[in-house]
């Protein structure tokens, strides 16, 4: 039998989001192949249902694209949202809310977040946000996975998901059922891009103010998702948002302090530089400085990778590494303690690019090492930089403009002895008293203010904000 249009269509659909549904793409060619994907995929999806496609690629291909380069990489995501939309509406979800209820007299916000665990980079970046929200307003959180008791704390009530054995549509269901049970005034997303659930809420109306937040820091380009709230530091990266920009001043925000273990005694005096990175932010191009990075660095100081990989995984992933920057050592996924014993034994970190780390930035500096962050215009790309001067490391020979800079900076740091051992004496002290340091502040306001004259501007409006975007 000869294959349809239709049929090479769908094949070509396929290989197109295994492409994009995957945290691999170290090698040249997986790169590639994920920008070309960027391009062509969009227009195929419109012919599919996910009952063809696989719902965990479409997920991971919604968060990877931010991880590309392509100037429009992230209007995949209009298509991956109709997507969901008309499989939803298919299935019986529609974007309607139920009348909002409360106890007292504020109004109540559900918070949703894929993580709210006390380890987490979600808990420690918003957990003081979501304490100063308390003050205007009762508060419900909803996670998708595993909540501890201090991520639980954060909440008046809190809600995990039932992960039932279900088809995917009735499980968002249920889902969409806590919400309007819950009744919130106002959603507050600390992230969408994290799990499936939260891209579909996302394109649902489930209650009369809906905001995101930059628990991953891109736009949800859901008509549906009133305002982006960040600190204004970020504002120009919001220009190709869908949201309307609602900023908040820098240091009405801060987070919750580095995770405290004591200080491991260093083995010796070598000089390690480490790239402290999880597998999506290993992309083929920052392998690629790292390899130049390799080449010019003396042969007693050594290059380490953090991957975040599973066991399983990790063989594979050490030997693609090593194809593009032989002499590196590289680690798996490994425990808090292991992690904060690596870090004590490295002098120097380099900051992945163009998806730059945060905690993992408070992380190094919190030890005493300093590092190297590259700039640019994308909030992703900002994030790094902004961390490094808010813990009051020098710019100078830290913050990098260009892949040349970066490189550069990173060898200097790692073979001007004076200079690396002043920055770290710096940060030492420094974080030898962190609440000095406004990042650290006990309390943090900005976002519960900013959320309040939202929801009171929409209360006195009588309608749903518009965003700047049109759609068909």
Not at 172 to 190: H, K
Not at 299 to 312: F, G, Y
Not at 377 to 391: A, D, I
């Amino acid at each position: 039998m000869t294959a349809t249009n239709n049929d090479k269509d769908l094949m070509q659909a396929r290989l197109y989001l295994a492409a994009l549904g995957t945290d691999n793409a170290l090698t040249e060619d997986a790169h590639l192949r994920r920008e070309e994907s960027l391009g062509a995929l969009p227009a195929l999806l419109a012919n599919f249902n996910t009952s063809q496609l696989a719902i965990d690629q479409l997920c991971t291909a919604y968060m990877m694209c931010s991880y590309g380069e392509r100037f429009d990489k992230h209007t995949i995501k209009l298509a991956i949202n109709a997507l969901f939309k008309r499989e939803m509406l298919h299935e019986g979800i529609l974007p309607g809310y139920a009348t909002p209820k409360r106890k007292g007299a504020k109004p109540h916000l559900l918070i949703v977040s894929t993580f709210m665990r006390s380890t987490h980079a979600m808990f420690r970046w918003y957990a003081k946000a979501i304490r100063g929200m308390r003050r205007h307003f009762e508060i419900t959180g909803l996670t998708f996975t595993d909540l501890d008791e201090a991520g639980a704390a954060l909440f008046d009530r809190a809600i995990v998901a039932p992960m039932t054995p279900a088809p995917f549509y009735k499980m968002v269901e249920q889902v969409t059922a806590l919400i309007n049970d819950a009744g919130p005034d106002a959603i507050f997303y600390a992230d969408t891009a994290m799990h499936p659930f939260g891209i579909c809420l996302s394109n649902l109306r489930l209650a009369p103010l809906q905001v995101l937040a930059a628990g991953h820091p891109a736009s949800s380009y859901s008509r549906q998702v009133d305002y982006f709230m960040i600190e204004d530091v970020y504002a120009k990266a919001l220009a190709h948002f869908t949201e309307r920009p609602a900023l908040i001043a820098e240091s009405t925000h801060a987070i919750e302090l580095p995770i405290a273990l004591p200080i491991a005694e260093r083995e010796d005096s070598t000089v390690r530089v480490l790239v402290p990175a999880t597998m999506p932010k290993l992309s083929y191009p920052l392998l690629k400085a790292c390899a130049k990075i390799a080449r010019a660095l003396p042969p007693a100081v050594e290059l380490h990778i953090t991957t975040h990989a599973e066991p399983s995984d990790f063989p594979l992933i050490e030997h693609q590494i090593h194809s593009i920057v032989p002499s590196a050592k590289c680690y798996p996924r490994l425990s808090t303690a292991l992690y904060f014993y690596l870090l004590d034994q490295c002098s120097v970190f380099a900051n992945p690019f163009p998806f730059g780390g945060s905690t993992t930035v408070l992380d190094c500096l919190s030890r005493g090492m300093p590092g190297v962050s590259m700039t640019g215009t994308e909030m992703f790309e900002l994030s790094g930089p902004v961390t490094m001067r808010r813990c009051e490391l020098p710019t100078l020979g830290t913050i990098a403009h260009s892949e040349r800079e970066y490189v550069s900076a990173v060898i200097n740091l790692a073979i001007n002895r004076p200079l690396r051992e002043q920055y770290a004496h710096n940060l030492r002290t420094l974080f030898g008293s962190p609440e000095r340091l406004p990042i650290f502040a006990p309390r943090a306001q900005g976002y519960g203010d900013k959320l309040a004259t939202l929801y009171d501007q929409r209360s006195a409006s009588n309608g749903r904000p518009r965003n700047r975007i049109a759609y068909a």
